[in-house]
C-alpha cells in the first residue's frame, strides 16, 4: 500500500528518493510524488501511474536539494488523481506532507478548517495535515506537528517538511510504520526498510505516538507529550542483494527458488535431530504457560491464513493442542471466549497486515497470550505480540507470498513439534520427523528439475478461465492456496476446494474446458482423492495431478504428473506447494501478467 521515503543529506537526493520509491513499488500504488528542498525553495511533483511517469516529469528539470520526502500513493480516499497524490501542501505552500494511514476524523478537521476559510485542494484526507501543521506553525515544525497529531484521530505514518527549515525532516508514526536509517552525515526514513538498505542496516524503528526530527547527522525522538526519548539502533540483515533481481525476470520466481534457502533458514540453529526437539529461543519467555497450552488459536490473512489452516492439521497430529484457525478479519468481531490459557498465534510476512494487527490487540484486551510467527523484524505485529520466531527469509518482494508460505509452515512444524515432544510425542517420532524435515530443502530442487514441464503444462492450460484445485487434509489449504496465487496473478478465476466437497456443488462446473489440479500425495486421503479424480474424468474433466514420484496408478488416470519426492504425510504441503506456485507463475507468463505487482493488489495492507 502506500510508501514513504524521506532523506537528509549530502547525497542527490532525487536518486536517492526516486530509488527508494522504486524499492517500495511492490507495495502497491497507483500514484507517486516527490518534494526536495534546497534552501528555502521547495519542488514538488506528483504524476498518476508507475514511478517512470513521475520520473518523466522530473526529466531534464534541476532538482538538488539537502533534504526532501516522496510517497506512493494507494488511493483511499479519492481516485487516483495528481491532485489527490501526495505530498500535499498548505496554501500557502510552506508545508509539504506524505501520510500513510487514514485520519478517522478528517471529515470533521476539514469542516473545522473549510469555516475558517482554508480551500481543499484535494478529496484526501491527508490535506487536513498540511493546513493543521500550517496552522499551528510557530517557527517550529517538529512542535507544530506535535499539536497536530493530538488533533488527529486513526492511524499515520507521516514525514513532514517546511520551506522555513532546510536540512529538517520531521517523521511521526501512530499504527503505520516508520524506520529511520542511519549512515555517515546521512538520515533516512521509510515506511519499508528496503527502501533504504542499499545504504544503510542500521536503523531505529519509530514508536507509536513518537515523533522524530531528522538532520542529516542528528535524530532526536520524542513522544506526543514532548517526553524526550532514546531508541537503540539495531542491525538489519537484510541485504542491498536482497532486494535484486539476480538475474531472475521476476521476483516472485527468485522467491520461489529461494524456498530452499528460506526453509534452511528458518530451522538454522533450531535443531537438535538426536533429542527430536526443537528449540525455539523466541518463544522461551513464555514457554512456562507455553508448554501446558491446550487451546491455540491461528489467525492471519490470505497466505498466511493457509499457512495456519495447514498448522492446524500439523499441530493435531503432533500434539495434544486444540487449534482453531481465524481469518484475522471475522475474528477481531466475534464473540471471543477463550478457555484458560489459551494463546493467540499471528501469521504474518509483513507484521503490518491491519486485521491481523487489530485481532491481536483485541485477543489481548480479552486476556489472551500473544505469539507471532514474521517475517519484518521490529514490525508492529511483532512488538505487540509476547514471544514469536522470525522467519529470517529477507524481504518478500512479490506481492504474492511464496517463500514466507514455506517458512510459516516450517516454523509451525517446529512448534508443534517442540509442544508435541513435551506431551506425548515419542523420541522415535521426533526424530523421524526433524530427519525429513531436513530432507525438504533438497527434494524442493528435485522439484524445480521439472520447471520446464510445469511451464508446458501452463502452456496448454491458460487459456481456460476457470480452474478447480482439490486437495484433502494437509493438501486442502494447498489447493485454496494454489487457487489463490492463480487468481492473484494470473487474473483466472480459481477455486480451491477440500475434495470431498466436491460433489457437494463444485462438480456442476466440470467440463472439458476446466483444468482440476489434484493434489494428490501418497497419504491416508490417497484413495479417497482417486475416487475424487475420477468423478472429474467421467465428466471429462482434465485433471492435473501434484502426486507422489514414482506413482504409476495415477499416470493412468490423469491428463498430466507433477511429482515431489515422497515425505511424511503432514510434511507433503511443504512440497506440493511449489508446482502450484510455479503453476501460477507461468500462466500469469502466457498471460504477460504484472505478475510482481498485479492490479489491485498492495503488498502490504494496512488498512482495514
Ligand atoms: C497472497 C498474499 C496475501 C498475504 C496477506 C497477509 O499471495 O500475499 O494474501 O498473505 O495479505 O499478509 P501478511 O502475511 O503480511 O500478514
Same mark, same amino acid.
Given at each position: 500500500m502506500c510508501g514513504i521515503v524521506c532523506y537528509v543529506g549530502p547525497r542527490d537526493t532525487k536518486s536517492v528518493l526516486i530509488e527508494g520509491l522504486k524499492q517500495l513499488e511492490y507495495r502497491g500504488y497507483d500514484s507517486a510524488g516527490i518534494a526536495v528542498q534546497h534552501g528555502n525553495q521547495i519542488a514538488c511533483h506528483r504524476a498518476v501511474g508507475k514511478i517512470v511517469e513521475l520520473e518523466k516529469k522530473l526529466a531534464g528539470l534541476d532538482i538538488t536539494g539537502e533534504s526532501g520526502i516522496a510517497h506512493t500513493r494507494w488511493a483511499t480516499h479519492g481516485a487516483p488523481t495528481e491532485e489527490n497524490a501526495h505530498p500535499h501542501r498548505d496554501e500557502k505552500e510552506n508545508v509539504f506532507v506524505i501520510h500513510n494511514g487514514i485520519i478517522e476524523n478528517y471529515h470533521t478537521l476539514r469542516k473545522r478548517l473549510q469555516q475558517e476559510g482554508v480551500h481543499f485542494r484535494?478529496?484526501?484526507?491527508?490535506?487536513v495535515l498540511a493546513h493543521l501543521i500550517a496552522h499551528y506553525y510557530d517557527g517550529s515544525l517538529s512542535e507544530a506537528v506535535r499539536k497536530t497529531m493530538g488533533q488527529v484521530e486513526g492511524t499515520f505514518g507521516i514525514a513532514v517538511i517546511h520551506r522555513n527549515e532546510p536540512g529538517r525532516v520531521v517523521v511521526a508514526r501512530r499504527g503505520s510504520p516508520l524506520i529511520i536509517g542511519l549512515s555517515d552525515g546521512s538520515r533516512f526514513a521509510a515506511s519499508d526498510v528496503s527502501a533504504m538498505v542499499r545504504y544503510t542496516n542500521q536503523v531505529i524503528h519509530l514508536q507509536d505516538n513518537e515523533l522524530a526530527v531528522l538532520t542529516k547527522d542528528d535524530v532526536s525522538i520524542s513522544t506526543a507529550q514532548a517526553v524526550s526519548v532514546k531508541r537503540d539502533v539495531e542491525t538489519v540483515?537484510?541485504?542491498?542483494?536482497?532486494?535484486?533481481l539476480s538475474g531472475f525476470p521476476h521476483f516472485m520466481l527468485k522467491e520461489i527458488y529461494e524456498q530452499p534457502n528460506t526453509i534452511e533458514n528458518a530451522m538454522r540453529g533450531r535443531l537438535e535431530p538426536a533429542e527430536g526437539v526443537p528449540k525455539l529461543g523466541g518463544i522461551m519467555p513464555v514457554w512456562d504457560r507455553l508448554k501446558d497450552c491446550r487451546h491455540l488459536v491461528i489467525v492471519a490473512c490470505g497466505t498466511s491464513f493457509y499457512a495456519g489452516c495447514v498448522g492446524r492439521y500439523v499441530f493435531e497430529k503432533l500434539t495434544e493442542i486444540d487449534v482453531q484457525v481465524e481469518l484475522a478479519s471475522e475474528f477481531r468481531y466475534r464473540k471471543l471466549n477463550f478457555p484458560h490459557n489459551t494463546f493467540i498465534l499471528a501469521l504474518s510476512q509483513s507484521g503490518e497486515t491491519a486485521d491481523t494487527l487489530a485481532a491481536i490487540k483485541e485477543a489481548k484486551r480479552k486476556g489472551a497470550s500473544l505469539l507471532g510467527i514474521v517475517n519484518v523484524v521490529g514490525s508492529s505485529i511483532a512488538r505487540e505480540t509476547d514471544a514469536g520466531v522470525y522467519n529470517?527469509?529477507? $524481504?518478500?518482494?512479490?506481492?504474492?507470498?511464496t517463500k514466507i508460505f514455506t517458512s510459516q509452515l516450517t516454523i509451525l512444524t517446529l512448534l508443534a513439534l517442540l509442544l508435541g515432544r513435551h506431551q506425548n510425542l515419542s523420541l522415535t517420532d521426533g526424530v523421524e520427523a526433524i530427519r525429513a524435515l531436513k530432507q525438504v530443502p533438497e527434494q524442493i530442487k528435485a522439484i524445480f528439475a521439472q520447471a520446464n514441464h510445469i511451464e508446458a503444462i501452463a502452456e496448454n492450460y491458460y487459456h481456460c478461465s476457470n480452474w478447480l484445485f482439490l486437495g484433502r487434509k494437509y493438501n486442502y489449504p494447498i489447493a485454496m492456496e494454489g487457487a489463490l496465487k492463480l487468481k492473484e496473478i494470473s487474473y483466472i478465476h480459481a477455486e480451491g476446494y477440500p475434495?470431498?466437497?466436491?460433489?457437494?456443488?463444485?462438480?456442476?462446473?466440470?467440463?472439458?474446458?476446466m483444468p482440476t489440479v489434484a493434489i494428490v $500425495?501418497?497419504?491416508?486421503m490417497y484413495e479417497k482423492m482417486i475416487s475424487n479424480i475420477q468423478e472429474v474424468k467421467s465428466r471429462r474433466g482434465p485433471v492435473i495431478a501434484i502426486a507422489t514420484q514414482g506413482d504409476a496408478k495415477i499416470r493412468e488416470l490423469v491428463d498430466e504428473v507433477i511429482e515431489v519426492p515422497p515425505t511424511l504425510s503432514f510434511l507433503n504441503p511443504l512440497l506440493t506447494v511449489i508446482p502450484c506456485q510455479l503453476l501460477a507463475y507461468y500462466c500469469a507468463k502466457f498471460l504477460n501478467r504484472d505478475i510482481d505487482q498485479p492490479r489491485n493488489l498492495a503488498k502490504s495492507v494496512t488498512v482495514e
Open positions: 484535494s478529496e484526501t484526507d491527508t490535506e540483515e537484510w541485504r542491498g542483494e536482497d532486494i535484486e529470517h527469509a529477507g $524481504p518478500e518482494i512479490g506481492v504474492a507470498s475434495a470431498g466437497e466436491m460433489k457437494h456443488g463444485p462438480i456442476a462446473l466440470v467440463n472439458p474446458e $500425495p501418497q497419504d491416508d
